[in-house]
């Protein structure tokens, strides 16, 4: 079992960087392939970023890539998503979420677990 908590969300200007970083608890964290995603009012639930259980192999939506970079601290067990040049569409709760089957995963229901979920707001 894996318990997440997110944290680093809050405001910031159209242009702004902000780090989100996602705490994990439990056992064998180093076995969960990680992902981020995000939900804006009104909107499904969106995949950001994954990061594979080694930290080998990452992947980004095509909107964040080249502003976002996901990593992950096994040592730590932590996942951090690092948010540059960000945009009033980006504004979003983030949630962080583990799965178990693939680091390949996209979609929602194939993750286990999930935090809380981290508010960013971007304003312009």
């Known amino acids: 079992q894996v318990q997440l908590v997110e944290s680093g969300g809050g405001l910031v200007q159209a242009g702004g960087s902000l780090r989100l970083s996602c705490a994990a608890s439990?056992?064998?964290?180093?076995?969960?392939?990680m992902g981020w995603f995000r939900q804006a009012p009104g909107k499904e639930r969106e995949f950001v970023a994954r990061i594979s259980t080694s930290g080998s192999n990452s992947y980004y939506t095509d909107s964040v890539k080249g502003r976002f970079t996901i990593s992950r601290d096994n040592a730590k067990n932590t996942v951090s998503l690092q948010m540059n040049s960000l945009k009033p569409e980006d504004t979003a709760v983030y949630l962080c979420?583990?799965?178990?089957?693939?680091?390949?995963?996209?979609?929602?229901?194939?993750?286990?677990?999930w935090g809380q979920g981290t508010q960013v707001t971007v304003s312009s």
């Open positions: 439990g056992v064998m964290f180093r076995s969960y392939h």
């Open positions: 979420a583990a799965n178990r089957r693939s680091d390949r995963a996209l979609r929602p229901e194939l993750y286990d677990y």
